[in-house]
């Protein structure tokens, strides 16, 4: 989507008159973040002046300006929202919304209640100051059409992304309302279409809104593979996958490539999940190579964050540890430590870096190697060898040889020794792709890529805690 696919990206929340039962449950998932106290010396960047307004709201700060910077009265931030709006071209859709989604000093996205809050106001303002054009009024619609789909939008992408740890109860009214703002996207596209020639004074109707549309249905089809991830899904019907075939052949009918491939991916991760598909690893190697090219482009973070999710699902345990590494330093160095990005990141680092071995029939962390790796310190049991809800079954620490112990799952890096008909891969790094357990042999994909992949006995193999620097 280019540059608009950016900032639909880092989309947000919003309130628009749909579902008003959302308010309140918007004020409750975001509750964690309220805490953004201002320290001493702080002020408002708008307005200048310290401590409460005349309406008794306090100084905020969502996004990722430290120190005393960026701090504000919401109202004062919803004036200067208005206000860059006003001054936005006609026709530039991201410029209309930016003021209201990204912080003017940080340049990143707002985050949580006060970034709904924003786009709650965002709506409001788009309703009141847009009103439709005298030959469309009988159309009835909210407002300027485009304006408001555009607004719409960015309210249905903070819906999906709403955070599930919070509480499963609260995902789910998040989701109802996903869904509800997502028909009425789709509907006042649907009458934009039979009325084009009215409302554009062309036909057929604009690429831009086909784009919009076929982005609705992504987030529809995020919602709903969300939702059937998690255990509780009494509430709507069984899992479908129509609408990311949806979201794929509206994308083809606009020649929107990096759309198209990004479809295609998440269908198969659907059926990955759902249909028991055999096909899954020829897309997932083909949208990861999409996110390596488009990481090597920008560099963005959140490309970054895709392009580990995907390596991981590959198992490329060394590529995606490095990745992870390096997104942190940026993640640190433009949002700051306690950004939810940052933390998300940490949290995958660590998940990477949770390694697990089978001994004497039980599951066990691997902790670090000691004399040389030929030793491994284990902890546990634990319950599952996924990292999937591990519960640990004891806190014990066992010191043992480390041919006793079985590597029990692919991704984890790996250094060969000890080969003597393979000499040259002695010392040599790479991921466990697969294992047979019955020959306690491991599919090897080295770092080096000259290196071919290979079959390597796990007694010729040492778990790599650390990776060396590349």
């Known amino acids: 989507?280019?540059?608009?696919?950016?900032?639909?990206?880092?989309?947000?929340?919003?309130?628009?008159?749909?579902?008003?039962?959302?308010?309140?449950?918007?004020?409750?998932?975001?509750?964690?973040?309220?805490?953004?106290?201002?320290?001493?010396?702080?002020?408002?960047?708008?307005?200048?002046?310290?401590?409460?307004?005349?309406?008794?709201?306090?100084?905020?700060?969502?996004?990722?300006?430290?120190?005393?910077s960026g701090f504000a009265h919401l109202g004062?931030?919803?004036?200067?929202?208005?206000?860059?709006?006003?001054?936005?071209?006609?026709?530039d859709k991201i410029?209309?919304?930016?003021?209201?989604?990204?912080?003017?000093?940080?340049?990143?996205?707002?985050?949580?209640k006060l970034f709904m809050d924003l786009v709650n106001a965002l709506i409001t303002y788009t309703k009141s100051n847009y009103p439709c054009k005298p030959s469309i009024k009988c159309l009835d619609f909210p407002c300027e059409p485009m304006r408001y789909i555009e607004a719409m939008f960015v309210k249905l992408m903070a819906l999906q992304e709403t955070d599930?740890?919070?509480?499963?109860?609260?995902?789910?009214?998040?989701?109802?309302?996903?869904?509800?703002?997502?028909?009425?996207?789709?509907?006042?596209?649907?009458?934009?279409k039979e009325n084009c020639a009215l409302i554009f004074g062309s036909s057929p109707i604009d690429e831009t809104v086909i784009n919009l549309e076929a982005h609705v249905y992504d987030q529809l089809g995020m919602i709903n593979l969300k939702d059937a991830l998690l255990e509780d899904r009494s509430y709507r019907s069984k899992p479908n996958v129509k609408y990311f075939q949806k979201y794929k052949e509206m994308s083809e009918s606009i020649g929107d490539t990096i759309s198209v491939s990004d479809a295609e991916y998440k269908?198969?991760?659907?059926?990955?999940?759902?249909?028991?598909?055999?096909?899954?690893?020829?897309?997932?190697?083909?949208?990861?190579?999409?996110?390596?090219?488009?990481?090597?482009?920008?560099?963005?973070?959140?490309?970054?964050?895709?392009?580990?999710?995907?390596?991981?699902?590959?198992?490329?345990?060394?590529?995606?540890?490095?990745l992870v590494a390096e997104l942190i330093i940026k993640s640190l160095r433009i949002h700051g430590p306690d950004h939810d990005t940052t933390r998300d990141l940490q949290s995958l680092q660590e998940t990477l870096t949770f390694v697990i071995v089978n001994?004497?029939?039980?599951?066990?962390?691997?902790?670090?190697?000691?004399?040389?790796?030929?030793?491994?310190?284990?902890?546990?049991?634990?319950?599952?060898?996924?990292?999937?809800?591990?519960?640990?079954?004891?806190?014990?620490?066992?010191?043992?040889?480390?041919?006793?112990?079985?590597?029990?799952?692919?991704?984890?890096?790996?250094?060969?020794?000890?080969?003597?008909?393979?000499?040259?891969?002695?010392?040599?790094?790479?991921?466990?792709?697969?294992?047979?357990?019955?020959?306690?042999?491991?599919e090897i994909h080295f770092e080096d890529t000259n290196l071919k992949p290979c079959l390597v006995k796990q007694k010729n193999l040492r778990i790599l805690f650390e990776l060396p620097e590349n």
């Open 95 to 112: 410029e209309f919304s930016e003021a209201w989604t990204d912080c003017p000093n940080c340049n990143q996205r707002y985050r949580n």
């Open 1 to 68: 989507m280019g540059k608009k696919s950016r900032r639909r990206g880092k989309s947000s929340k919003g309130k628009g008159g749909l579902a008003s039962s959302s308010n309140a449950n918007m004020q409750q998932i975001t509750k964690k973040a309220d805490s953004h106290a201002p320290p001493s010396g702080a002020f408002c960047w708008i307005c200048l002046e310290e401590g409460i307004d005349d309406l008794g709201k306090p100084l905020v700060r969502d996004c990722s300006c430290r120190g005393v």
């Open 359 to 442: 001994w004497k029939n039980e599951w066990y962390q691997a902790v670090r190697c000691e004399d040389d790796g030929d030793k491994y310190v284990l902890k546990g049991p634990i319950s599952s060898p996924q990292g999937l809800g591990i519960i640990s079954k004891g806190d014990n620490t066992h010191v043992i040889s480390a041919h006793e112990a079985v590597i029990g799952y692919p991704g984890t890096p790996v250094i060969c020794h000890g080969l003597t008909n393979a000499t040259h891969l002695n010392e040599k790094i790479g991921d466990i792709r697969g294992i047979d357990v019955k020959t306690k042999q491991c």
């Open 164 to 192: 599930t740890e919070v509480n499963l109860g609260l995902w789910k009214n998040a989701a109802m309302d996903g869904m509800a703002v997502a028909s009425e996207i789709i509907s006042v596209i649907s009458k934009m």
């Open 76 to 91: 004062c931030t919803i004036k200067y929202a208005q206000q860059k709006s006003e001054d936005s071209s006609k026709n």
């Open 267 to 322: 269908i198969q991760q659907w059926k990955d999940f759902f249909g028991n598909s055999k096909e899954g690893s020829s897309f997932s190697r083909g949208w990861t190579s999409v996110l390596r090219k488009k990481y090597k482009q920008d560099s963005d973070i959140e490309t970054g964050r895709r392009l580990a999710t995907s390596l991981m699902d590959e198992r490329h345990g060394i590529e995606c540890r490095r």
